[in-house]
């Protein structure tokens, strides 16, 4: 979208996201591990959701954001390496992830920008946090349970991911509306 | 046993995390549209308090013009034309002598007819920034011949919005004037200090001060300079000054 650069991280995410669930669809059918892929993701994945979100917050709390990644980040690399031996799904740390970007969204939430919209639904970041909180929300149950699960019952897990599936679905929906509300109006129509 | 207790408390624990979520969407909706609602209400009284600034300085304005037609411009018209009207045409000396001193009155009046149309202070707000402006009606005050004023800027001028100076400069006009009228001063010192973050305009003057006890509810000029201040952004303050008069301080931030 042209003149809308601030969305670009997003973009990031979204492509990086399709790509990573085609391969793990892909090595799924094959039946190779997939879910190492889920340990690098998820830093990747919390980083580019932070410079997304920083845009929109104060210079004070954006300092806390950039800590956060670095924290995050070792973290992660720390549960994968010691607890999950990059083997199984990382579910602590999508969940780690998940709260963190919960806490970010509520906050932009709370404190959207009034002076450029109309409307709380005109507002693009609006929806991309409600999106967020929703699939967050959605896998936050589902990842906790999933781990669980999956010890005692596979294909029982493999059904929990129905919840993930609309969270994901109502995710992708409230992203299509906020980028359609981003996309430039005329404000005026030009007659020949 | 031990699984299943904890899928239940993750159960538990996702509902609330679910309803707390949902809490906040909402909370997140009404918060907005309370705050739309007073950003509305700040922008409204941002274009009141605009259009009365234009209003009282375009009346200002009309004042110092006819100020200057009637105490400058009309009286040297006059002197022009006795001196033309008492022309001796036979006395060719004297004659010249009147004529080329009406030539020089005329010559006057266009230059003060020009400055008065230099003068017209939106129009320099607008076209050279709020430190020029502040000049000229620095340089009326010292017309007056009432007190002596100084103006100094410090640092380097940062470019404030059209909107935001002309209230700026409405503010300090009507600093001015009080000054002029009931501070019985005979110095005034505008100061103006640009740094990165704010700007900090001063003006101090040695009258006979202000009084708060008598003037708090009848100081309209005092409040609607207060209001103006709050409207952009910016800090209104005014105290005594320590040996004799007023200080006031007026902090905008530049962002």
């Not at chain 2, 411009?73 to 001193?101: D, F, M, V, Y």
């Not at chain 2, 640009?194 to 009084?211: A, K, M, W």
């Amino acid at each position: 979208m042209k003149g809308q650069r601030r969305f670009l991280p997003l973009s990031i995410v979204l492509t990086i996201q399709v790509a990573m669930e085609f391969t793990a669809a892909w090595l799924f059918v094959r039946k190779m591990e997939h879910e190492w892929m889920y340990h690098i993701y998820a830093p990747i994945d919390y980083a580019l959701f932070c410079i997304y979100f920083m845009q929109l917050v104060s210079p004070k709390y954006r300092r806390w954001i950039v800590v956060s990644t670095i924290i995050f980040a070792l973290a992660s690399a720390s549960i994968s390496y010691w607890y999950y031996h990059f083997e199984s799904f990382p579910g602590a740390n999508i969940n780690t992830e998940g709260v963190l970007i919960c806490i970010i969204c509520t906050y932009v939430l709370l404190n959207l920008d009034v002076r450029r919209y109309d409307a709380i639904y005109k507002n693009p970041d609006f929806w991309i946090s409600l999106g967020v909180i929703i699939f967050f929300g959605g896998t936050f149950f589902t990842n906790g349970v999933y781990t669980y699960l999956n010890e005692i019952d596979k294909v029982q897990a493999k059904k929990l991911f129905s919840i993930v599936n609309t969270a994901n679905l109502i995710q992708y929906t409230c992203y299509i509306i906020g980028f359609l509300w981003a996309i430039p109006r005329r404000s005026s129509i030009q007659l020949s | 046993m031990g699984n299943s207790t904890e899928i239940v408390y993750t159960v538990i624990l996702a509902t609330i995390f679910f309803v707390v979520l949902i809490a906040v969407v909402i909370i997140a909706v009404w918060r907005y549209h309370n705050r739309k609602r007073a950003h509305e209400k700040t922008l409204m009284e941002f274009d009141h308090t605009l259009l009365q600034s234009r209003l009282e300085i375009q009346e200002e304005t009309f004042k110092s013009i006819s100020r200057e037609l009637h105490d400058n411009i009309g009286q040297i018209l006059t002197l022009a034309k006795l001196h033309l009207n008492t022309l001796a045409l036979e006395n060719t000396e004297q004659s010249r002598e009147r004529l080329n001193g009406a030539i020089d009155m005329i010559t006057q009046t266009i230059q003060s007819l020009r400055d008065v149309s230099r003068n017209l202070h939106a129009d320099i707000i607008s076209r050279n920034g709020l430190v020029p402006a502040l000049e000229t009606e620095i340089r009326i005050i010292e017309k007056l011949g009432i007190l002596h004023p100084v103006f100094r800027v410090f640092g380097q001028p940062v470019h404030l919005d059209d909107n935001k100076s002309l209230i700026i400069f409405r503010i300090v006009q009507e600093a001015l004037q009080n000054i002029v009228k009931h501070a019985k001063a005979t110095i005034l010192e505008v100061n103006i200090h640009y740094s990165f973050e704010q700007v900090r305009l001063t003006i101090s003057d040695n009258g006979t001060g202000f009084n708060w006890e008598e003037n708090k509810d009848k100081g309209s000029g005092l409040r609607n300079m207060t209001d103006r201040a709050r409207i952009i952004g910016a800090h209104f303050d005014m105290q005594p000054a320590a040996a004799a008069g007023t200080i006031i301080t007026l902090t905008i931030p530049t962002s």
